[in-house]
């Protein structure tokens, strides 16, 4: 089977430190969940970093230190993967959904402007497959009404814009460890910012709601354990030092398959500005009258996994029966796009010779 993606990640490259760690005894709050917020601030540039246990739980301790709740309204982009509208939920605030761009996938500034009211207490903006295009555009409308803008930067670590990486441009930017990310430690996240006030608050949040004194602890807030065990973060350490290498094989690997599918139709997610994309999956729009869900299946058929983009949130049944707020732009997304398999050795023209049987 030619898979989706494989972790760069190998036993090797963590023997010694897991080694270590074992003989230790120290499975959490030791040396290496202290260095791997430090080596995540200086390959960002943030100001600070803290790891949690995923990117939902990230989101939701940021919408938690803004103390939205009940009837406050987030605004949330359409095209992305549900834990993006759960957070919200999950905290009792009503997502608003905003329609994307049909080019880059991202939230479009002219929806965020229109779905604002005096509910709305903050934008959850999402990286569509590690894009972040489009974000500076949409943080400054909200400096203009002055919104908290979290990034759901859950597929986008490596990314930048104009040279500055993602974690330095939203109040609070959310990264994610899952396996189909290009830094997985398994299951785990981070939250970063440069605001002091958001980073002591963090702080405290995820340390159980305390701080740490003379001889014990103070409870200053209530909080949570979203720690990142000690093997994790080994994990997370060794895959940064080699994360802009992978980006850079990955843009390559587009490239090929952009060069044999443009021309078949396929439409590849486009970036605006100055960016270096991650290419945390590559996408396309498939051809006008060819179904996503029928060259999936047929690419199964052949040994090849692939999936769809991801999902319209809108659109999804939990949200469509509780709001009915169906976003165009997203639905046409999630029935018209397509995941291809992408890695540094991954036979492109053999894909792609299945891929013109299937349609052609
Ligand atoms: C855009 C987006 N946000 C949030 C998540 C949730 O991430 P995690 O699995 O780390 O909680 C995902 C996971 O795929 C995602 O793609």
Known sequence: ????????????????????????GIFTKGEYSRLFPEELKRYTGAKHAYLTTSATTALTTCLKLLHIGSGDEVIVSDFSFPASANVIEDVGARPVFADVSLDTFNMLPEELERKITNKTKAVIFVDAFGNPSGILEIKTICQKYNLPLIEDAACAIGSSIDGIKVGNIADLTCFSFHPRKLLTTGEGGAVLTNNEEYAQKLQVKLNHGAIAREGGLDFLDYGYNYRLPELQCVMGIVQLKKLDEIIRARNEVKNRYCKILEPLGFISQKVSGIIIHNIQSIVFKVPAGQGSSDIISRLKEENIEATIGTYSLSYCKYYRDKYNDAQRNGKLLFENTVTLPCYEDIEVENVCNKIKKIIL
């Open 1 to 24: 089977m030619i898979r989706l993606i494989k972790p760069y990640i190998s036993f090797e490259e963590v023997e010694i430190e897991f080694k270590q760690i074992f003989e230790s």
